[in-house]
């Protein structure tokens, strides 16, 4: 199977732009979290859908959005970017269960200048 | 709300050595699931090895193996015959029985292997 893809892998935005990343899941997973990773907060749970419904959010302003589509793809959406933003930003996907694997993508490079 | 807490930001161990790395973790859940993940320079994040909380046994997986200590809420890390490949940030991560909250993810552990 194909493995967790992600776009773009890099991304260079300013400030108060939006931006809208993309990850397709690995066939037949339809659970698809995201992650922000940066250099001082490490990784943070944003948010996580399953069967294109939001399951639950981290603690991130509301400039951070998702969806989850009928193939169980997904994006996520940053709205007035700031510099704090840059960030990479991880999917990862799984079999329903929490006790399975999650699959992460290679990631978005985001900078915000 | 649940923490994780790696204390050693860097490790660094001789090649075919042994080192462990250290997690602790707080939550009030009695089921759940714990993780480590290794990320390599390149970014993708690998499990490693993972834990359920309802068990007592220790995971294993080749030359890496836990020591869970429920009642200390401590998930140690321990890499046997350290290999050049095993350079990476190795996380510790924690999710709760429904899964739904996400991975919780503590700050990192830099492993080094000296040759």
């Known amino acids: ?113 | 709300a649940q923490t994780v807490t790696q204390s050693q930001p860097e490790m660094s161990v001789q090649e075919a050595e042994t080192v462990t790395l250290s997690c602790t973790y707080d939550t009030s859940e009695s089921d759940y699931y714990l993780f480590w993940y290794k990320q390599p320079p390149s970014r993708q994040m690998i499990l490693v090895i993972r834990q359920e909380a309802y068990k007592q046994q220790n995971a294993t997986e080749n030359r890496f193996s836990v020591n869970f200590q429920k009642a200390a809420k401590s998930f140690s890390l321990k890499i046997s015959d350290s290999q050049l490949g095993d350079a990476a940030m190795y996380f510790c991560a924690y999710t709760s029985g429904g899964g739904a909250d996400g991975l919780t993810f503590g700050k990192g552990t830099h492993l080094i292997i000296q040759p």
């Open chain 1, 1 to 113: 199977k194909a493995g967790v893809t992600q776009t773009p892998r890099y991304l260079i935005k300013t400030r108060g732009q939006q931006v809208t990343l993309s990850c397709s899941p690995i066939s037949g997973h339809r659970s698809v979290s995201w992650y922000q990773q940066t250099p001082g907060q490490g990784l943070q749970f944003l948010f996580e859908y399953f069967s294109e419904t939001q399951r639950n959010k981290g603690n991130f302003p509301g400039r951070f959005s998702g969806r989850q589509f009928s193939n169980s793809r997904s994006e996520m959406n940053v709205s007035t970017l700031e510099l704090g933003d840059s960030a990479l930003y991880l999917c990862a996907s799984r079999e329903t269960g929490a006790h399975n694997e999650q699959f992460f993508g290679p990631g978005t490079r985001l900078t915000v200048l």
